[in-house]
């Protein structure tokens, strides 16, 4: 079968089947070899790997993932995109196309039956939901070794900064406690059908063994990271005191910040993984 990778080949079988795009899926299909290309490198797969693909679409980037590993588990939420999926990876044996929403997908149990490896996790993501696909791949305890994926090139830009950036925020921090961030490519627009109205970048996170900080309860770290980014102007001790869910008081927190050196204006967008680690464990004993 001819490679999907080009504009001619898409558009050929999308109008063969009479396929129509859904803006809500987010479908925009790659229609760049040298991107795919890139993708699969980043992604380092071999034959003994058991790759998860989010959203196949018409299978241009399964066919990739099933030559390299050994075997690929594709979940697509669109029916209307099984028949050609049947067709284009026809080829292959070693794929399992799943038409299923991956956010209800259980993930742990597709690891398990493929013998528990940690899972390679690569994906031209759909853009409306790529942050909560995202966040529940890395708070799950989905064995997994590393995830490489298209998005927003603004949402890859929040996943590697660090404090001082404008970007710096939770997705931030979340995404460089469980894993480590690196731009593979940027992409622009004109390498998608249709083109979306935001430029891309694919950015590989390397799955953590083991978190770079050690915190007492990680549910609680995310609960005083998003607490300290919840009002962006205001200062993190307001976040903290008016964050119901902490039950702190502004005098409980006020004092915290004295003992770890931490003026009251300071704000969360100046503070490193480590410095909220701190705090939260600090704070985590006032509960
Ligand atoms: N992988 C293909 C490519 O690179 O050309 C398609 C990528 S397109 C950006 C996103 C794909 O995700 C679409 O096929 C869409 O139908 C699918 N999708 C959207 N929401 C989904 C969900 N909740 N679960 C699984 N697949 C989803």
Known sequence: MATLGNRRNTAEIIQRYGFDFRKKYGQN??????????????ADITKDDCVLEIGPGIGTLTQRLAEEAGEVVAVEIDRNLLPILAETLADYD????????????????????????????????????????????????????????????????????GPGSKEYGSLSLAVQYYAKPEMIAKVPASCFMPKPNVDSAVIRLTCYDKPPVEVRDEEWLFAVIRASFNQRRKTLANGLANAGNLGLDRGQVETVLGELGMPLTVRGETLALER?????????ELR
């Open 94 to 161: 070693n794929v399992t196309v799943l038409n299923e929403d991956i956010l209800k997908t259980d993930i742990r149990g597709i690891a398990a039956e493929h013998g528990g490896r940690p899972l390679k996790i690569v994906a031209n993501l759909p853009y409306y939901i790529t942050t909560p696909i995202i966040m529940s791949l890395l708070e799950s305890r989905v064995p997994k070794a590393s995830i490489t994926v298209m998005v927003q090139r603004e949402v890859a830009d929040r996943m590697r900064v």
């Open 276 to 284: 909220f680690a701190e705090l939260s464990n600090r704070l985590y």
């Open 29 to 42: 299909f790659l229609v760049d070899n040298s991107i795919l290309d890139r993708i699969v490198e980043a």
